[in-house]
């Protein structure tokens, strides 16, 4: 018998073992046991508050047109500050994007 002949019995067997183990399994199922279904939270809401988002992208769109970046880091700049408890509405108030932007 060469090597590749053995090597194809013994995964033959493999399959056989497998098979017969999976044909075990369902025949001794009776269904005394399911799987524990998925419950979906209710309640809380992922996602921004809209309030803060509005406040925060006052300035927008962009001054320059290639300002996309600055403009991002502004309202994400003026939506963590109200976050967090900032006492107006937004940081930049005054020439947000150009403050940003300067070195």
């Known amino acids: 018998m ?4 053995r ?3 013994t995964i033959a067997l493999l399959f ?6 999976v044909a075990a399994g369902k025949a001794l199922d009776s269904g005394a046991w399911q799987p524990p279904a998925a419950q979906a939270h ?6 921004a508050n ?16 290639n300002w996309c970046g600055v ?5 994400v ?3 963590t500050y109200q ?3 900032g006492v107006d509405d937004r940081p930049y108030m005054s020439g947000g994007q150009q403050r940003i932007a300067a070195p």
């Open 2 to 5: 060469t090597v590749l002949e």
């Open 7 to 9: 090597r194809m019995l």
């Open 16 to 21: 056989a073992i497998l098979t017969a183990g």
């Open 42 to 47: 209710s309640g809380s809401f992922y996602g």
């Open 50 to 65: 809209e309030t803060y988002v509005a406040a925060a992208a006052w300035e927008w769109p962009q001054k320059s047109n």
């Open 71 to 75: 403009a991002n880091i502004e309202v």
């Open 77 to 79: 700049a003026n939506y």
């Open 83 to 85: 976050r967090v408890g």
